[in-house]
């Protein structure tokens, strides 16, 4: 099967066209408005709707072009479905369903945080269900029993600010620019991560979830007691101070919820697994435990796994889209069967 992925659940605009057969895609772009956005400290919903209006047609057909493939050999279309804002999910679901109409092909909505578990299936070395999965993105912070596709057991999540969410708002203290991740990545690699004592939330309850709010503000507590401007030394130091309280965080939850289930296979997903510190503090933390990591470019929103995981729900017909319908709100247990 040849499938068609739209993504726009947030700000960035994605599309790619995947080869089931292949396992593989044949091409792919993404549009980020990150520049846009910015200029205001964070994603404004009604500009970014407005830019993917603009934006999915050309890229539509960039895609197709570059793949070589014409719209009649293309056998579905997957969309975002939801979570995510509604008038960016709203602008993917019309567009992908009038394609529909117009082609006379079948459309798929898939949910998003699915779809950031199942690019991991892309990659060469891929893992077989049932695993553990940690998503972490700009809207959620999720530790997921992945039993089979479409079945999922929500085993802990943030009762806050999710983790990409954190970085967003720890670099905007900072005076860094929107996405923050990248930022304090950046600058962290330059400062000592014991530098502040912050702390690591929750990891004294029993319980599986995550806060992330309380070591925002403890991040806040010490800048506000520097002179300003802030020194680079000072950001680099505290950057890095964070990023390890996140990074020890994320393992320490881990290490629980593999104890708990007996899984010997971690799948990670979503834009912060793009950050090499968090990275390599999973795997020395997680001896004997098999990771895996979707490729550096897919961690991030994309319209990859959005075509992946519309492939992998073609075998359920109740997935088929028979109108324009999203899901701004979609927790990730409403998809078993
Ligand atoms: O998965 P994603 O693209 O969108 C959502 O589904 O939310 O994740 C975006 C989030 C942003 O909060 C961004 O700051 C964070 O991922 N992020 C990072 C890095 N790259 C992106 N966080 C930490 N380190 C990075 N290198
Ligand atoms: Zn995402």
Same mark, same amino acid.
């Given at each position: 099967m040849i499938i068609l992925g739209i993504e726009t659940s947030c700000d960035e605009t994605g599309v790619a066209l995947y080869d089931s057969k292949k396992n593989k895609i044949l091409s792919e772009n993404i549009f980020s408005q990150a520049a846009k956005h910015a200029l205001y400290g964070g994603v404004v919903p009604e500009l970014a709707?407005? &830019?993917? +209006?603009? /934006?999915? !047609?050309? @890229?539509?057909?960039?895609?197709?072009? $570059?793949?070589?493939?014409?719209?009649?050999?293309?056998?579905?279309?997957?969309y975002t479905k939801g979570p995510g804002l509604s008038g960016s999910l709203l602008v993917g679901a019309s567009f992908a369903n009038s394609l529909s109409l117009g082609w006379s092909k079948p459309c798929v909505g898939v949910h998003h945080m699915e779809a950031h578990l199942l690019v991991n299936l892309l990659e060469e070395r891929s893992p077989q269900?049932?695993?553990?999965?940690?998503?972490?993105?700009?809207?959620?912070?999720?530790?997921?029993?992945?039993?089979?596709?479409g079945e999922y057991q929500v085993l802990g999540q943030t009762r806050d600010d999710a983790v990409g969410e954190?970085? &967003?708002? +720890?670099? /905007?203290? !900072?005076? @860094?620019?929107?996405?923050?991740?990248? $930022?304090?990545e950046k600058i962290a690699k330059k400062g000592n991560p014991n530098s502040y004592n912050?702390?690591?939330?929750?990891?004294?309850?029993?319980?599986?979830?995550?806060?992330?709010?309380?070591?925002?503000?403890?991040?806040?507590?010490?800048?506000k007691k520097k002179k300003l401007p802030l020194s680079k030394d000072f950001k680099a130091d505290i950057a890095a101070s964070f990023q390890a309280a996140v990074a020890e965080t994320l393992v320490e939850r881990c290490k629980s919820a593999l104890l708990q289930t007996g899984d010997t296979q971690l799948v990670i997903?979503?834009?912060?697994?793009?950050?090499?510190?968090?990275?390599?503090?999973?795997?020395?933390?997680?001896?004997?435990?098999?990771?895996?990591?979707?490729?550096?470019?897919?961690?991030?929103?994309?319209?990859?796994?959005?075509?992946?995981?519309?492939?992998?729900r073609f075998n359920n017909e109740s997935s088929f889209s028979k109108s324009i319908e999203i899901k701004p709100r979609w927790d990730l247990s409403e998809l078993n069967k």
């Open positions: 709707s407005r &830019d993917q +209006v603009l /934006k999915l !047609l050309p @890229m539509v057909k960039l895609t197709l072009s $570059e793949s070589g493939k014409s719209s009649d050999q293309i056998d579905a279309i997957a269900f049932p695993f553990l999965t940690l998503l972490v993105s700009g809207g959620h912070t999720l530790l997921i029993k992945a039993l089979e596709i954190a970085f &967003d708002k +720890v670099a /905007k203290i !900072l005076g @860094m620019n929107y996405p923050g991740g990248p $930022e304090i912050l702390p690591r939330p929750m990891l004294n309850k029993k319980n599986l979830d995550f806060s992330f709010s309380g070591l925002k503000t403890a991040v806040l507590y010490v800048v997903g979503g834009g912060v697994a793009s950050n090499q510190y968090v990275r390599k503090r999973l795997q020395k933390g997680l001896q004997g435990i098999d990771i895996f990591f979707p490729n550096l470019s897919r961690c991030t929103d994309n319209g990859a796994m959005v075509a992946v995981a519309g492939y992998h």
